[in-house]
């Protein structure tokens, strides 16, 4: 009876795990079979279309691809074309266009809408796109303005001059069916997926070929470390065409979990409110701006609740760098009270149920990981590159798992090393793994030249651990520059420093072949102006503030008090220039992923950057 037991046991054991081998996916376009196969959903995609939330359920998403793809087919497409994704936002149109293209074996390749028109039509050319969806006419005018088109132009909407959505679908035939069959068939895990054109802050675009592989392995590596699943509900406002966001997206369709689309940053606050998520990433200018509305809100509180205000926002910035772990009990009676009277309606603006905030892209200044996560949101920064797929490293959302400041722990199954490390441990990032790319799109000199003999690869980035397995990064080594004492200094890592504080917005260290160290300056203005009215100075338009006697003098206490706490000697910010007009992508300033275009910014503010040595 108990060997009859026994092999009714391993029968089921073999069924189950036939089935879950069955269950697993290894190419991007597995992945909504398996969330219909795991956990279908009624609602797993939703997007704003004139004006009113439209949702789609699995089994939808499904067959509006197969749709979607049997339409190419039909038009002559093959596998290996190129297709371009140019949008104004994310959308479920987006997600199933992509699906549709991958099943396919055709290249997505995604375009940032900020993109300038001779970006455009470089890749254009470099990829040989055959063709492009877009979603509005605002992302049509950008491509004909680059004065190079591709054979067909598929829209999301209906606009003149391109083939709409419902026009290219199809419904699949017996024989469209079987043929997408086949191709799903012909597709290995190491296929090249997608091709995503590198923003730069110098130079042309550089195509960063992905495999299914690279990209699973990441999404896999991730799964196991964000708190996200069938119960929970996520919105995205990031561009897709940053393979952060889209990495993301594969996630929350792994995971089970509902994505709604916001269709603008604009209405990013109201999005919030009526989806009521518990998880979305961002980017820190995200949640800056978030900061920005409470201190609007403070300036126009009166004097109690200013005094309210200012108590729970500086508590909230001393919140332990370990998060909870290392949490005082009179720091927990504060922070109850600083939740009951503060934070618990801050949350209620971001709709109430928010759990955890992802951030890449760009460094997160500590006081707002540390402010937010008081607030009852965990912040938890991450670090990576396209070339990656993008996550190497992320802080963890369990106890123990964060320290703010750092980039996190490697994520699992990649590997992190310091090169040529220096007497405090720094030097430059290497990584190796599955996630890392097959190579960048023809450029094969300059693809060797981005790994070592061993087969790591060179992410050009400083840092160095931290607490022992806390990755913490501290600049480029392209952008270290020397000033004539001969000091080498990285200026991300200055640049970090100063933006301890809270009147400073954006900021450039410069030095390159000068004595010292000095920095160019774009204020918060919200801030500012707060601080002027508390302290009777007359505001007006903002390029006359930064010409205040009173106001440089602020800047100039706010930059000695952090050169005296955070800044070694050479490192030290002797000279500044405040500069009224904030840094984009429109005006060409910063890359599509916010970074500084440091080459740029060097020549459009060359004369201030002359006089500012001048002036010591």
């Keep these: 009876m108990k060997v009859r037991n026994l092999c009714v046991l391993c029968a089921y054991v073999f069924e189950l795990s036939t089935h879950l081998v069955k269950m697993d996916f290894t190419r991007l376009f597995d992945i909504l079979e398996y969330q219909q196969q795991r956990f279908p959903q009624k609602i797993a995609l939703a997007g704003q279309e004139n004006g009113a939330w439209r949702t789609w359920s699995t089994a939808e998403a499904l067959a509006e691809r197969d749709r979607i793809s049997a339409g190419l087919l039909a038009r002559g497409f093959q596998k290996g074309d190129r297709v371009g994704i140019l949008t104004h936002c994310g959308s479920p149109n987006w997600i199933i266009a992509d699906g549709a293209l991958l099943q396919s074996g055709m290249i997505p390749v995604p375009v940032h809408a900020t993109a300038r028109a001779d970006e455009i039509e470089f ?55 079987g043929r997408i069959r086949t191709l799903r068939d012909s597709i290995e895990a190491t296929d090249l997926a997608t091709l995503l054109y590198t923003s730069g802050t110098t130079g042309t675009p550089k195509g960063v070929m992905l495999t299914h592989a690279n990209i699973v392995s990441n999404i896999k590596a991730v799964l196991t470390i964000v708190p996200v699943n069938p119960r929970v509900t996520a919105v995205s406002f990031l561009p897709l065409s940053h393979i952060l966001e889209r990495m993301v997206t594969y996630v929350y369709q792994t995971s089970g979990t509902p ?16 989806v009521r998520p518990h998880f979305f990433t961002a980017v820190p200018r995200i949640l ?13 509180s009166g004097f109690l609740g200013k005094k309210i205000l200012d108590w729970a926002m500086a508590l909230g910035e001393r919140y332990p760098y370990s998060g909870k772990a290392g949490m005082p009990l009179d720091y927990r009676l504060k922070l109850w009270v600083a939740d009951l009277l503060v934070f618990r309606r801050w949350r209620k603006a971001m709709g109430g149920r928010v759990r955890g905030i992802a951030v890449g892209a760009a460094a997160l200044q500590p006081r707002l990981g540390r402010l937010f996560s008081a607030a009852g949101v965990d912040v938890r920064e991450g670090y990576g590159l396209t070339e990656t797929s993008p996550v190497v490293s ?51 000199e300059e693809t060797a030249a981005r790994f070592t003999p061993d087969g790591w690869f060179k992410t050009g980035d400083l840092g160095r651990f931290e607490y022992k397995r806390f990755l913490k990064i501290t600049g480029r080594q392209s952008e270290v520059f020397k000033t004539t004492t001969g000091k080498f200094v990285a200026p991300a890592y200055v640049e970090q420093q100063l933006l301890r504080s809270p009147f400073l917005d954006q900021c450039m260290a410069v030095g390159l072949n000068q004595p010292f160290v000095g920095a160019l300056v774009v204020p918060n203005f919200i801030h500012m102006e707060a601080w002027c009215r508390e302290n009777k100075v007359h505001w007006t338009a903002p390029q006359y503030m930064i010409m205040n006697p009173k106001v440089e003098k602020l800047f100039r206490q706010e930059i000695d008090r952090i050169n005296e706490e955070h800044l070694g000697p050479i490192e030290k910010v002797r000279a500044f220039r405040l500069l009224a007009e904030p840094w984009t992508p429109q005006n060409g300033l910063l890359t599509p992923t916010l970074k500084l275009r440091r080459g740029e910014l060097g020549k459009r503010f060359d004369g201030e950057i002359q006089e500012l040595f001048k002036a010591k």
Excluded at 288 to 300: D, G
């Design 123 to 177: 890749i254009i050319r470099d990829a040989g796109l055959r063709a492009f969806f877009v979603s509005n006419g605002d992302m049509l005018g950008k491509l004909q303005t680059a004065g190079i088109s591709p054979d067909y132009l598929f829209s999301f909407e209906k606009i003149t001059g391109a083939t709409h959505w419902d026009i290219l679908r199809a419904e699949p035939d017996a024989a469209t069916a």
């Design 259 to 274: 994505v709604w689309f916001a269709d603008s940053l604009e209405r990013l606050p109201e999005t919030l409110r009526d």
């Design 288 to 300: 800056e701006r978030a900061y920005e509305r409470l201190l609007e809100r403070r300036n126009q």
């Design 394 to 444: 992320f802080n963890r959302f369990e106890p123990g798992g964060v320290h703010f400041g750092t980039v996190g722990i490697p994520a699992p199954g990649v590997e992190v090393r310091i090169a040529d490390a220096n007497a405090e441990g720094e030097g430059e990032v290497q990584v190796r793994g599955p996630n890392v790319m097959s190579g960048y799109w023809n450029l094969p």
